[in-house]
């Protein structure tokens, strides 16, 4: 072989050094231990990152790193000028609902929101994070027709657009599918006597919410706006009476 061969870019091998990442797991995995267990309440602030590093006797840097972990967890949540605070351990609003004893018909409604909580919120999150200027115009121009909408058919599927309209924002055509395959059965859900004007006022609140989160581009609000919607429909669906039982399962009818 002839002539000197190039010599290979150096390599900064200290930036592969396991301590740094034991140390920001280990933290991460002790906060969310305390968070799990109830040590660290829901609704309860964390110090600033300067603190705990210093409680903790690490880096700031991995203070920041561990929560953003926790962040992505959804464990806790990071607002300007709020800090951040515990969010707890994710439950479904559902879950008593779907392991207890239902009506076959009050079980369907049971278990197609709490699909709508699982799917819906991180779209939501994801449309933020993704939008254009079209998709956030779009989403202005289906919620200002909702606005003046008074036929419950035609509310119906103007909200039923907003929520397609969320999921092309994301640029997944996976997610986009998803929407649409369940679709039929969602707006199935959005015609049976639950287009009541206590109903439509309480989407359109929450569809503004929804909406100014994906135009101000914040994920974590628009997903947390998007779970207080589909639980805000729950509330008027599987509201219980004074015997514990659901409007659904007492009538046999879902409102949804």
Do not use: C
Not at 14 to 36: F, H, K, N, W
Not at 56 to 81: D, N, P, T
């Amino acid at each position: 072989m002839s002539g000197a061969e190039n010599p290979a870019p150096a390599v900064d091998w200290g930036a592969l050094s396991p301590r740094a990442v034991r140390l920001s797991e280990s933290v991460a995995a002790r906060l969310e231990a305390m968070i799990v267990s109830g040590e660290l309440a829901p609704g309860r602030k964390l110090p600033p990152e300067r603190e705990l590093a210093q409680l903790l006797g690490v880096s700031r840097g991995l203070v920041r790193e561990a929560i953003h972990e926790l962040a992505l967890k959804g464990l806790v949540s990071r607002r300007q000028g709020r800090g951040t605070e515990v969010r707890g351990p994710y439950r479904s609003e559902f879950t008593g609902a779907i392991i207890g004893y239902l009506t076959q018909n009050a079980r369907e409604v049971a278990e197609l929101l709490d699909f709508r909580e699982a799917l819906e919120p991180p779209i939501a999150a994801r449309a933020a994070e993704r939008a254009t200027a079209a998709d956030v115009q779009r989403l202005q121009r289906i919620t200002a027709q909702l606005e003046s909408e008074a036929d419950p058919e035609r509310a119906a599927d103007l909200d039923a657009q907003f929520h397609h309209a969320i999921a092309l924002a994301t640029r997944n055509h996976v997610l986009v599918k998803l929407v649409e395959t369940s679709m039929e059965v969602l707006n199935q859900t959005r015609r049976r006597n639950l287009q009541t004007p206590e109903r439509r006022r309480l989407s359109r609140d929450a569809h503004r919410a929804i909406l100014a989160a994906i135009e101000a581009g914040d994920a974590e609000t628009a997903e947390r706006a998007m779970t207080d919607h589909i639980r805000g429909v729950a509330s008027l669906v599987m509201g219980a009476d004074d015997a514990g039982q659901s409007r659904v399962e007492k009538t046999g009818e879902d409102d949804d």
